[in-house]
C-alpha cells in the first residue's frame, strides 16, 4: 500500500527547544491528520486539517494543511520531556477511497532534559 | 470522549491456532478498521468495515478474516496463526456521516500478539 514520506525519522532535542516534522505525498489530499503515539499505547489524535492553507494549534502543537495539498507540518514549541513518543501522520486522498486513512511511518521524537 | 477497547493488551498464542482478536466501541461509529504495526513498516490496513456485516479487504489481508455482526463489536480473526504474525493490532473507528466521511479515526491501545 501506498505511504506517505514523513521526516524526520528520528530526532533528539534539548527540553524547550522547538521541534518541526512533516510529511509529504505524490497524491492530493483532502484531509491531513497527526497523531501521537507513547510506548505500548495506540496512537492519539492529536489535531485534524481539513482545508488547504489551514493552520491549527492544539497547546503547543501547531499543525498546517500545505497550499499544494500534498504536505503537511507539525510543530512543537518549548518542548517538554512527555512529549517524547512517535508522531505519525495520516492523510486521506481521493484516491485512496472514503473511508482510509494512509499513514507515515512516523518521527520518533526524544526530548534531553 | 470517543472509546475504543481491545480486549486484551497481551496476547501469547501458538502456531497453527485459531485466534480472535475483539474491538469494541461506543461512539456509535459506522466505520472499523484493523491495522498492524511493526517497526520499519508503520501501519499497514488488514481490513475495515463500514456497516454491519460488510467488510473490505486492506493492503494486507492475507492470512486474517474479520467479523461485523454488530455495530460497536469488529472481531479479527487469525485463521491458523503463524510466527509471521507476532505484532502489534490495531484497531480504530471513525464516523462517517458528518464532513462527508473525512472523520479522523480513534484507535485502541492495541494488543502486543506473540505467536510461539
Known amino acids: 500500500g501506498q505511504q506517505l514520506n514523513q521526516s524526520p525519522q528520528s530526532m533528539f532535542i534539548q527540553e524547550g527547544e522547538d521541534v518541526s516534522m512533516n510529511c509529504t505525498s505524490s497524491s492530493i489530499f483532502n484531509t491531513w491528520l497527526w497523531y501521537k503515539q507513547d510506548p505500548g499505547e495506540g496512537p492519539v489524535l492529536l489535531i485534524a486539517l481539513y482545508k488547504a492553507g489551514e493552520l491549527t494549534s492544539n497547546g503547543r502543537l501547531t499543525a498546517q494543511f500545505g497550499i499544494t495539498r500534498k504536505d503537511s507540518f507539525l510543530n512543537i514549541s518549548a518542548s517538554i520531556p512527555s512529549d517524547v513518543g512517535i508522531y505519525f501522520c495520516?492523510?486521506?486522498?481521493?484516491?485512496?477511497?472514503?473511508?482510509?486513512?494512509?499513514f507515515g511511518t512516523g518521527t520518533r521524537l526524544k526530548v534531553l532534559a | 470522549d470517543v472509546k475504543v477497547t481491545q480486549s486484551s493488551r497481551y496476547l501469547v498464542k501458538r502456531t497453527g491456532e485459531k485466534v480472535f482478536l475483539e474491538c469494541v466501541q461506543d461512539m456509535d461509529h459506522e466505520n472499523m478498521f484493523w491495522y498492524r504495526q511493526d517497526p520499519g513498516l508503520g501501519l499497514r490496513l488488514i481490513y475495515f468495515?463500514?456497516?454491519?456485516?460488510?467488510?473490505e479487504k486492506g493492503d494486507i489481508p492475507e492470512g486474517y478474516s474479520v467479523s461485523r455482526e454488530k455495530k460497536e463489536r469488529f472481531s479479527l480473526i487469525l485463521e491458523s496463526a503463524s510466527t509471521n504474525q507476532t505484532s502489534m493490532y490495531l484497531c480504530?473507528?471513525?464516523?462517517?456521516?458528518?464532513?462527508?466521511?473525512?472523520?479522523?479515526?480513534?484507535f485502541g491501545d492495541g494488543t502486543r500478539l506473540s505467536i510461539l
Open positions: 468495515s463500514y456497516d454491519v456485516k460488510m467488510k
Open positions: 480504530a473507528s471513525s464516523s462517517f456521516l458528518d464532513r462527508g466521511g473525512n472523520q479522523p479515526q480513534h
Open positions: 495520516a492523510g486521506q486522498s481521493i484516491t485512496s477511497g472514503t473511508y482510509k486513512y494512509i
